[in-house]
């Protein structure tokens, strides 16, 4: 009996072994900017913000209590590599009067000059609604301008909250630098 014990805890031993030495799939690093409710019309209040920085995509999660895609003009992601300097990326979605998407853009452009705004070629953008949840990412390939592989992203929203009147969120505060995962 004590020979049949020791055999069945040796098995169970290498079994809880070799399931440990199993690679698990890779996880993003992420980051995460609580933004104040109320800060900006209820359609365009950004609440939080998630960073995530995978081996092929960077992506933003936003949160955003009150949507309405038929009120957003547009949806940005800024991402800033350690190695940008003054220049950042910006991920655009753009969205008609009737909340479809007719474009997605990543372009190129230093501080906040819209005359240096230079699209970049890029055809792997995505996005997606989940409840009060909008994601936005974007391919590490397409972020060609630099080489640096930490990231730090800020979001913001461009909406319809009036005939002719736009109105841009208080952009969300850029995350801590966030290593690709």
Not at 15 to 32: E, R
Not at 80 to 88: E, I, L, V
Not at 120 to 147: A, D, F, Q, Y
Request: net charge positive; glycine share 10%.
């Amino acid at each position: 009996m004590t020979r049949r014990l020791v055999r069945i805890g040796a098995v169970t031993a290498g079994a809880v072994l070799a399931v440990g030495m199993i690679p698990g799939t890779a996880h993003a690093a992420s980051a995460v900017v609580k933004d104040p409710r109320g800060d900006a019309p209820r359609v365009a209040d950004i609440t939080q913000l998630r960073v995530k920085n995978g081996p092929a995509r960077v992506s933003g999660v936003l949160t955003i209590p009150h949507r309405n895609k038929k009120k957003l003009a547009s949806t940005d992601l800024i991402i800033k590599t350690r190695d940008s300097g003054r220049w950042k990326y910006v991920v655009s979605i753009v969205r008609n009067r009737k909340g479809k998407v007719t474009d997605k853009i990543l372009g190129w452009q230093r501080g906040d000059d819209p005359s240096t705004f230079t699209v970049l070629p890029c055809t792997g953008i995505r996005t997606s609604w989940n409840g009060k949840k909008t994601t936005l990412s974007v391919p590490v390939s397409c972020l060609s301008k630099t080489t640096g592989t930490r990231v730090k992203a800020k979001a913001a929203i461009l909406a319809r909250v009036g005939p002719g009147h736009d109105s841009y969120d208080e952009v969300t505060r850029f995350s801590r630098y966030v290593k690709r995962g």
